[in-house]
């Protein structure tokens, strides 16, 4: 079945850039269908989604994040990447990555159906 | 942006009891909701989608109903495996809720 695993560094120092990479396994990116989001979680506390690309290329940004989120997809690597610049302590948080679909019958309803196991990014000095 | 308000932020049941959790959109999302449970040290897991449709492997226990601005999640009969914190999230903008923590009374 479909899996994904986030990748990058733990540690980033404030003013740098976050880049975090998903790799996803037993299923193909380019087939269409899904949207491949971002979501974080601060330290105890809730949910925040950042942002999806689709196979195409085409992005969509939480407007609070837009300005400093980058989310790009290698289709031949199978893997779809965050930047997030010009981080400070606010941005320290678990990183998933996750699948979302698109579930119609008559309507269409969508929700994140497969998630990576999450990587803590922490940003200090 | 909608906001998501889960209520109560924590809820404590016994083994075997109903829980009922809400979760209310700050306008309407129709049937735009899906729930997720999050246990600690894990990735959430897709519960519902659609407001109440269970999805794949979810058992008949869990069920979830509303539309428009109010929601409930409901599992009728709490298994030790159910203790957890869920989250309501809505398909529009893709906002979460801040979460109710079931934990055992």
């Known amino acids: 079945q479909v899996q994904l695993q986030e990748s990058g560094p733990g540690l980033v120092k404030p003013s740098q850039t976050l880049s975090l990479t998903c790799t996803v396994s037993?299923?193909?990116?380019?087939?269409?269908?899904?949207?491949w989001s971002w979501i974080r979680q601060h330290p105890g506390k809730g949910l925040e989604w950042i942002g999806y690309?689709?196979?195409?290329?085409?992005?969509y940004y939480n407007p609070s994040l837009k300005s400093r989120v980058t989310i790009s997809v290698d289709t031949s690597k199978n893997q779809f990447s965050l930047k997030l610049s010009s981080v400070t302590a606010a941005d320290t948080a678990v990183y998933y990555c996750?699948?979302?679909?698109?579930?119609?019958?008559?309507?269409?309803?969508?929700?994140?159906?497969?998630w990576g196991q999450g990587t803590m990014v922490t940003v200090s000095s | 942006e909608i906001v998501m308000t889960q209520s109560p932020a924590t809820l404590s049941v016994s083994p075997g009891e109903r829980a009922t959790l809400s979760c209310r959109a700050s306008?309407?999302?129709?049937?735009?909701l899906a729930w997720y449970q999050q246990k600690p040290g894990q990735a959430p897991r897709l519960l519902i989608y659609?407001?109440?449709t269970r999805a794949t492997g979810i058992p008949a226990r869990f069920s979830g109903s509303g539309s428009g601005t109010e929601f409930t999640l409901t599992i009728s009969s709490l298994q030790s495996e159910d203790f957890a914190v869920y989250y309501c999230?809505?398909?529009?903008?893709?906002?979460f809720g801040q979460g109710t923590k079931v934990e055992i009374k």
């Open positions: 690309i689709y196979y195409s290329g085409s992005t």
């Open positions: 306008q309407s999302v129709s049937s735009n």
């Open positions: 996750a699948r979302e679909e698109a579930y119609c019958g008559g309507d269409c309803y969508n929700a994140f159906d497969i």
């Open positions: 999230q809505q398909y529009n903008n893709w906002t």
């Open positions: 659609g407001a109440s």
């Open positions: 037993g299923g193909s990116i380019s087939s269409g269908g899904y949207y």
